[in-house]
Structure formats: structure tokens, C-alpha cells
């Protein structure tokens, strides 16, 4: 059910030219490009200070660009007031009005463009975030989910073009997020608005959106599908950030067509060339990297059973911790002094404690390479800062 | 005059649940408590009673007064004085509007415009305090004397035709007339009613007005359906604490007034300073104390503001 019939398919498009914000000597978002095609779920994903918010509320209107443009379509909005503007927003804390009951709370928009006879849509729209029987309650009797949903209706009531959320999910415990995760995800596919979705959490921006961009120290550090940032990530920040990442600084050694063999510590690992975004001169450095659920672990008595052709690592168990789906392991190896490793319940090897000597072994498809001259720690900071 | 009326709620001890508890423990909120009753019976329920008393005495000051029971001095009192009752509440009113209508814009400002400069615009407010009530309004008896630069100022603007013919000065003076009153009135009191204002005001949490302009409201229309309405019990509380001490003042009249602005409490004063008639401004000053009570009751009541408070 597309809302906006009237418009051209990229009618709702929202595409950001250049814009940038300064405070003083502050530059909170820098020059960016970016655009939202209409009918996705867009999640700009980072954490807290990236600037992910000040690009939201710049669509919003509520912030002024330093530079550049704002474009709804083909609409040039980027200094149009709020209230002119064809977008509607999902506030951090909901901003609710606390003096009108949920109705007027979500006739208000559909009120100040002077339509008459609201009663037919609102009661439809509290019907569509489930909340029919609420409509004469104030929005402090209501708990935090509900007024959650009191807040996205108030927004797509009016039909915006775009709908965004600025960290709607923040203050809700897990279970509560996930339920509300799918719920956003069902009312976006019914209504076919375009979300844009402010978010530090990155297992909810990987739930919800089609395309995630990741932002850090108010630049864009990749854009793509989840599955693409998860599985081929550019930076060391969007690696660490995204899930958990093992580094292994290692030494190009070869590269022959579709693959590189680089050196690391006295061993050599394989990786294929299409997935190495750092310079591949020979003896270049590089930085190899592989997730923690693709690797295997065998003790090292049982080494020589290891099919050929993998990239093996040698190391010694340092800890385990074993979570239920999985063990935890974190292997101190001499070229990756936390190299860590899920390893899936299924046939437990009881001699993996810690201590043992063992062979982390993995499919070379699976490892990438990134430029050696970032942080390896990037990122893995503000995964905790959000999580303290 | 303004009474504690309220004692500070009890802090109740919270004993541990295992063992029994003490006696002096489940005593102490009480002995806590004691001051404050204390305080309330000595300077607000005694003088009470004994003006209760005094308002149904009947005699002279020459053989002493007796409670006879005799509550038609309420009568004769209100029968003969109810154009001063009257020109209180309006000379009130008239100050709480103006009160209003200038501390509305400032303490908007304050609360959400004026960022660094917030500290200083509320001591400004609060500066007149420290000189005393007496010297301030006496001032305003220089402000608004006869050939001063503010009188010849709306003499030239044609300002005092206008008020003139409205009935509120009279001739080429501010002096001595009910607009000098209220004006001074309305400078008194105007911190009483901005401060509350102030409260309320930069207590709304400034999404609102996001969400507001977000969703399509211009902001004067942000202003008439979300900040206004949310500064609502800043608005009772300021208009209440300027009404109720604006309506038993007797000091703004009796300096920048004439004998035709007298208010109740000029008469009270009267009554009890001059001609010694106790009894009868013992029940002027309960009518008056009735009247406010009564009319701030009905004012609670219609302004619909309990939930927001």
C-alpha cells in the first residue's frame, strides 16, 4: 500500500548534497552525500556523538545545515521550516504532550492542517499500532511501549514522506525492544513510508533496516545491506562495531590473481584479492581479519586431521565460557593475543579447557583484509561506552 | 497578612521489618512535627480565634467590649462598606491582568531565550526585594508626581485623555487616582507572579515545541496549543499570589491614592488604627479573608488544572 500515488518512483527520495554541520570549532557532522531511496528502511547507525542524530534532525528540519543541501524528491527543503516540511519524526523520548489525551495527541498534525473530521483516521490509525481502546487516556497513564506506538502513529497520520525515528527504542528494556522491532518493521512494510532510524544498537539496525550506514566521528564509514557490512566491512571501526572482529597484522607476501598470500608471525595465511581493501603491493602491510563464528578450534594433538587448504593459526586456550547456543573461546595466539572463537555445541571437545595448546583453522573465503595504517581498536570502545 | 498555612509533610522512620519498633522511633515524626504546630496554633489558629471573637464583641472603648454574639456587625459592615470590598477585587484584577500581561513575555524570555543572560534578568527580578516595600512605593510617588517627566509624557502622547475618559485619572495628574494605584499595585506584586511563571515554564521540555513544529504547527500556534496551556498552573499560581495580596494591600492606596481610591484594607486599617471600632474590622477582615477564599476556590475549580500541577 503506497501511500504517495501522486508521486514518481523516486518521488520520496531523500538525498542529502554536501550537507554538513558546525557548532563553533565543532564540526559534528562533515560534508556528506547520502541518499535514502523511497520505501526503504534506512538505519544510520553509531555511536552516541557521531553525529547520526544532528544528519537526522537536519531532515527534520530542526537543525540548520552549515553547507549543503536537503532534497525530499525533488523538493529542495533545506530551509523550510518544520512545519512546511512533508516529514514527520519519532522523538528520542516521544514528546508526547503530556495536557491532550492520546487522540488529540494524534489528531495534533492532521488538526493544524486544518482537516476536519479526524475521528475516522485516528481511531484507524490507533487501531494500526493497536491501541483503540487507549484513545481518552493522558500519555502518563500508559506504559513506555505504549506511548511508543502513541508517538509513531502521531507521526504517520499525517502521510509523511519520510518517517524519522530518533533512538525510539532507547529507553525500553530488551524484550520490549524486540517486540517493538518487529512491530516498527510490520507497520513500515504495511504503510510503505520510508523510515529513516537513528540507532547505537547494532543488532537493531541490522534487524530492521534494508540498508544500514555507519557513522563515526560525524563521517559515514560505510553503507550497505547488513549482511554486507557484517561479511565485508572496509574499515577497522565498521568491523569492531559491527559484531566482533580477530586482526592478525601479517606481511603481503604473494598475490596470484584471486587470492594473496601474506606472512603472519612464521606462518602464511590465504585471503581472496576481492575481499582485501587495503593496497596489495608485496610487502605491504595489511590487516586480516576473520568473524569469531567462522572459525574452527582443534586441539593441536589432532592437528594433522585438519583438511588442507585452511588458514591455520596456533595458539594456546586462554579462557572459555560457555554461553548455552556456544563456547566461547579466547585463544592467545603469537600473532593475535585475543583471538576469539565461537564454536557452535555440537560435538563438544571436553580437552578444550583452558591451557591446552590447540589450531584455530578457518575457510580462507572467509577472511578479509583491511588497510593496515587504522586502529585496530576502532570502534570497539563505543561498543562498550553504549553497553556500560 | 500570609500564613504557613501547610506544616512540612511527616518523614515517616522506615524500621527494619525483623525487629519490633521502638517506641521513641514511631514518636520521632511527631516531635518532628512539633514546631511547626506549634508555630501554626501560637501566630495563625490563636489570632484567629481571638479576632473570631472579637468580630461578635459589642461596647465601647471606654467600657470595654463583650461577645455578645452580635453578628450583625457583618451586615452593617458590608452594608456600609462594599464600594471598598468592590474596588479592591477590581483594583486587584486590574493589577493581576497587567501583572500577567507584562510577566508573561519575561519570564518566557528567561526561561527560553536567554541563555547566559538568564542568571542576571532574574536577579534584576528579584533586586526590588531587597529595598523595602514602603520606599519602593514611595518612589513611585516621585515616578508619577504632578509635572513629572512621566505625566508630561502622557500628557504629550494624549494617553491621559484616553484614561481620563475612561474614569481611571483625572485632570493633568497620575497621583491620587486609581491608575496610580494599580500601577503600584502591578510593580509590587509583578515578581510574585513571574517567578511561578518561570517555574512552569522552563519545566516544558523543549521537544514539545520540536514536536509541535514538527507536526505542522507555526509557532505561535506551538505557543496557543502546547506552551500556553502547559504554564497553566504557573498561571494560577502567579495569578493567585498576586491577587491575594494585591486585594488586602492598603499601603499602594494609602501612598500614590486619594480618599476615593480606599480599598478594604485601608478601611481595616482605619477601623483598627484610628477609630478603634475592633469589632467591626475584625469582620471586614474575615468578610475580605471569606470573599478571597471563596472566589480563588470558584478560580481553582473553572481553570481545570489539578492533573497538570
Known amino acids: ?388 | 497578612m500570609a500564613a504557613v498555612t501547610e506544616a512540612p509533610p511527616p518523614l515517616a522512620p522506615t524500621a527494619p521489618q525483623n525487629k519490633p519498633p521502638r517506641r521513641r522511633g514511631r514518636l520521632t515524626p511527631y516531635w518532628l512535627l512539633l514546631p511547626g504546630i506549634l508555630w501554626l496554633v501560637v501566630f495563625f489558629a490563636l489570632p484567629m480565634i481571638y479576632q473570631a471573637s472579637t468580630s461578635v464583641q459589642t461596647g465601647s472603648l471606654e467600657q470595654g467590649y463583650k461577645v455578645t454574639w452580635h453578628f450583625a456587625t457583618y451586615w452593617d459592615a458590608l452594608s456600609e462598606y462594599w464600594p471598598q470590598f468592590l474596588r479592591s477585587v477590581l483594583y486587584a484584577a486590574a493589577s493581576t491582568i497587567l501583572c500577567l500581561l507584562l510577566g508573561y513575555p519575561l519570564a518566557y524570555l528567561i526561561a527560553f531565550r536567554a541563555g547566559r543572560w538568564r542568571n542576571l534578568i532574574m536577579i534584576l527580578v528579584i533586586a526590588p526585594f531587597f529595598t523595602s516595600f514602603l520606599i519602593r512605593t514611595l518612589a513611585w510617588k516621585t515616578i508619577l508626581a504632578d509635572g513629572g517627566p512621566v505625566v508630561g509624557a502622557l500628557n504629550t502622547l494624549h494617553v491621559l485623555d484616553v484614561t481620563n475618559w475612561l474614569g481611571w485619572t483625572s485632570g493633568d495628574r497620575v497621583l491620587a487616582t486609581p491608575l496610580a494605584v494599580v500601577c503600584g499595585l502591578t510593580y509590587n506584586f509583578l515578581p510574585f507572579m513571574i517567578l511561578p511563571l518561570y517555574t512552569s515554564l522552563e519545566r516544558i521540555d523543549g521537544r514539545l515545541h520540536e514536536a509541535a513544529g514538527d507536526l505542522y504547527a507555526k509557532p505561535f500556534t506551538t505557543f496557543r496549543k502546547v506552551t500556553f496551556p502547559l504554564s497553566m498552573p504557573g498561571v494560577v499560581s502567579g495569578t493567585l499570589l498576586t491577587f491575594i495580596p494585591a486585594a488586602g494591600d492598603y499601603v499602594n492606596a494609602d501612598l500614590l491614592g486619594s480618599t476615593d481610591t480606599r480599598m478594604v484594607g485601608n478601611v481595616i486599617q482605619t477601623q483598627f488604627l484610628r477609630i478603634l471600632d475592633y469589632p467591626t474590622a475584625a469582620a471586614l477582615s474575615f468578610i475580605l479573608m471569606a470573599a478571597i477564599l471563596l472566589m480563588v476556590t470558584v478560580y481553582i475549580r473553572r481553570s481545570g488544572t489539578e492533573d497538570l500541577v
Not at chain 1, 606462518?267 to 587495503?278: E, F, I, N, Q
Not at chain 1, 571436553?350 to 577472511?367: D, Q, S
Open chain 1, 1 to 388: 500500500m503506497k501511500t504517495t500515488p501522486e508521486t514518481t518512483d523516486h518521488g520520496g527520495d531523500v538525498r542529502l548534497t554536501g550537507i554538513s554541520k558546525r557548532y563553533g570549532a565543532f564540526t559534528a557532522v562533515h560534508p556528506l552525500d547520502l541518499t535514502v531511496p523511497q520505501g526503504s528502511f534506512f538505519a544510520l547507525l553509531g555511536a552516541s556523538g557521531c553525529g547520526k542524530t544532528t544528519t537526522l534532525r537536519m531532515i527534520a528540519g530542526l537543525e540548520e545545515p552549515s553547507e549543503g543541501t536537503v532534497h525530499l524528491g525533488d523538493q529542495d527543503v533545506t530551509h523550510l521550516p518544520p512545519y512546511k516540511r512533508p516529514v514527520n519524526t519519532v522523538f528520542q523520548s516521544y514528546a508526547l504532550f503530556p495536557h491532550l489525551d492520546i487522540f488529540e495527541n494524534v489528531a495534533f498534525g492532521l488538526r493544524r492542517r486544518g482537516i476536519k473530521g479526524v475521528k475516522k483516521q485516528v481511531e484507524e490509525m490507533l487501531e494500526l499500532v493497536q491501541l483503540g481502546e487507549q484513545a481518552r487516556k493522558k500519555p502518563h497513564q500508559l506504559s513506555g511501549g505504549q506511548q511508543q506506538r502513541v508517538a509513531v502513529a502521531r507521526a504517520l497520520i499525517n502521510h509523511p514522506k519520510v518517517l524519522l525515528l530518533d533512538e525510539p527504542l532507547g529507553a525500553m528494556d530488551l524484550k520490549l525492544r524486540r517486540q517493538m522491532q518487529l512491530e516498527l518493521k510490520r507497520i513500515q512494510t504495511e504503510v510503505g513510508i520510508t523510515f529513516v532510524h537513528v540507532t547505537h544498537d547494532q543488532e537493531e539496525a541490522m534487524t530492521m533496516a534494508d540498508t544500514v550506514a555507519v557513522m563515526n566521528a560525524g563521517r559515514v564509514e560505510q553503507l550497505g545491506t547488513p549482511t554486507d557490512l557484517y561479511e565485508n566491512p572496509r574499515t577497522t571501526f565498521v568491523a569492531n562495531f559491527l559484531g566482533t572482529s580477530n586482526f592478525v597484522e601479517a606481511e603481503i607476501d604473494a598475490h596470484s590473481g584471486e587470492e594473496i598470500v601474506v606472512k603472519a608471525g612464521g606462518g602464511k595465511l590465504v585471503l581472496p584479492a576481492a575481499r582485501c581493501s587495503a593496497p596489495t603491493t608485496t610487502g605491504g602491510k595489511v590487516l586480516v581479519g576473520v568473524r569469531p563464528e567462522k572459525v574452527s578450534l582443534t586441539h593441536a594433538d589432532d592437528a594433522g586431521a585438519i583438511p588442507a587448504g585452511r588458514n591455520r593459526i596456533t595458539g594456546r586456550i586462554a579462557d572459555s565460557s560457555f554461553i548455552g547456543v556456544s563456547t566461547q573461546y579466547v585463544i592467545d595466539s603469537p600473532v593475535c593475543p585475543d583471538f576469539e572463537v565461537y564454536a557452535q555445541n555440537i560435538d563438544r571437545d571436553p580437552r578444550l579447557v583452558p591451557g591446552t595448546e590447540v589450531v584455530v583453522h578457518w575457510n580462507p573465503a572467509h577472511t578479509f583484509g583491511l588497510d593496515a595504517t587504522q586502529d585496530i581498536d576502532a570502534g570497539v570502545e563505543s561498543v562498550e561506552e553504549e553497553a556500560a
